[in-house]
């Protein structure tokens, strides 16, 4: 009964004190401090050297890097010229406007790594042209909150970065495992689209519809040379990307080493190519990457904390046991997990749940035959959803800005059939493991 009482404790009051709007490094410290000092005065004094041995990874290096390596991509028009890109090669596709920015999520996900950054950066162009092409608030909102969760599932992804870190697997193992559930996502939302298109064809929309794609006569035409020449401009980016992904394959790099060379290549091509030369502009673009990074590790500091108080008060262990000891089978357990990750993820953002309860989580994971790898990519698709469903929903706020016209009910509406695209991925991994765990059992050097 003690046992339960400090579970109930330390877990529950983290949550109180994260879904209080308090700082997330506040209230997992907080709650951290106060437990030690009514269950655990003894390991108080060990604290400081928890803190800085937390701090002392190599591996934390990945997250600065790689948070400096998006943003003079973000910064510049890069994401606008990528979605014009796109749509110049996608606009005779059937649905080729919503597709084009699904695409565009999708790799400048890749390159940001930030799933709201992903939906304010695609969303702040294409939003406003889909809805001036015939697309209905509904799905134009819907299409973009959606999409910019691509940004912590396709690597490389800081929130693969913390799971690594917090659970002490191999970074770019998990990097890579996002790679095919990333792909699998995407086809499935431009195969949804695609058939909106064919469908409001014979069943035009009448009024009051929430989902349509208006056909409004307008005729566009791009040339090969139009096409190719767009290239010019957002094809180095998407190299950058690329060389990370065959670098970290190869085993040639480390993801804090490929992240390095990457952060280089963004600012030079970006200075380069967008003129982006102005020192007070660079300084501004490296102070606010340094001051994302700065809160990013203090969670990580602090989730540490967490978790070594966890584990000396038994708190981890008896939960793993516990969970592992319910009578609901191996996928009754694994059902179980991904509801809690969902209902975390309504009220929680990605980072904090991911640092707080995967460390808790991946004995009973483990226990049941499963990969670490192979769960990083079950949880990240969970709190994917968790981007797209109040009451944080950071991605429907970041449309919501957007559209400020369009209410939220609607923008709702737009996201519900993506999630049950999310869901399906989620099945899909769980009854065909190797669409995680079959690129990084590949790699080489890891």
Known sequence: MEQFFINIFLFGGALVLLVSGMP??????????????????????????????????????????????????????????????????????????????????????????????????????????????????????????????????????????????????????????????????????????????????????????VYFIEDRGETEYYSWADRFQSLVKVLPFVLIIAGIMIALYGGWATPSEAGGVGAVMAFVLVMIIYRLTDPRKLWAIIIKALNESSMILMIMAAALIFGYVSSDLYVTQSIAEWILALPFGKWGIIFMVNILLLVLGFFIPPAAVLVMVAPLLLPVITGLGFSSVWFAVIATINLEIGLVTPPVGLNLYVVKAIAPDVPMSTVLKGVYPFLIIEVIVIVCVCIFPELATWLPDKMLGV
């Open 24 to 209: 997330i490094w506040a209230g997992l410290a907080g709650i951290s401090v106060v437990a030690i000092l009514i269950f655990s005065p003894h390991i108080l004094p060990s604290l400081p050297y928890v803190l800085y041995s937390s701090l002392d990874n190599f591996a934390l290096l990945a997250i600065p890097l790689f948070i400096i390596l998006s943003a003079p991509i973000a910064a510049s028009r890069a994401s606008r010229d990528l979605y014009e890109t796109l749509h110049k090669w996608m606009y005779k596709v059937p649905g080729g406007l919503g597709i084009a920015n699904m695409l565009a999520c999708g790799i400048f996900a890749a390159l940001s790594g930030s799933s709201p950054a992903t939906a304010a950066a695609i969303g702040g162009v294409g939003i406003p042209e889909m809805r001036r092409k015939g697309y209905s608030p509904a799905l134009a909102c819907g299409l973009i909150a959606h999409a910019g969760t691509f940004g912590i599932l396709i690597p490389p992804s800081v929130t693969m970065i913390l799971y690594g870190v917090a659970t002490e697997t191999s970074i770019g193992k998990c990097f890579i495992a996002g790679i095919l559930p990333g792909m699998l996502e995407i086809f499935l939302s431009c195969v949804w689209v695609a058939a909106i298109f064919f469908y409001r064809k014979k069943h035009p929309a009448s009024a009051g519809s």
